[in-house]
């Protein structure tokens, strides 16, 4: 598995070398790939954290286990946006060492180029998103 920084490194670099449209087919592109939560959570949505800086009910449980943390996100299919941040920190941070995630740099939504094609209030989501991922595994760890 590649490191994280590298990892965010070839994803930023990604998104930078297109053009605003295309970006943002990029970031529905991840949308599309946020995997469902498993059975046992959608049983059980109480275990599940709102993220309030979203403005989309946004939902996520970070497990960990043998130093491996696992993300779990609920994102409506109709908010992509959010959807496709989810996706990312999915695909970033999943399957990742307790170590990785809590030193995960906090600008990682800033570091995708989509400021532009996005709004600050949709990025202040992503933010706490991480904030609280980040959170959960301490607690967790």
Known sequence: MISLEQQLAELSSDFASL???ERLDLLLEFADNLPDV????V???DLLERVV???SPVFLLVEVDGGVV???FTVPREAPTTRGFASILHDLLNGRSVEEVI??????PDSLSLSAAVSPLRLRGMRGML???KRQV???R
């Open 38 to 41: 498993p059975q046992r959570l």
């Open 131 to 133: 904030a609280r991922i």
């Open 43 to 45: 049983d059980h949505p």
């Open 103 to 108: 030193g995960a740099s906090d600008s990682i």
């Open 53 to 55: 800086e979203c403005q």
């Open 70 to 72: 696992f993300t779990h």
């Open 138 to 140: 301490e607690q967790k």
């Open 19 to 21: 053009t605003l449209p």
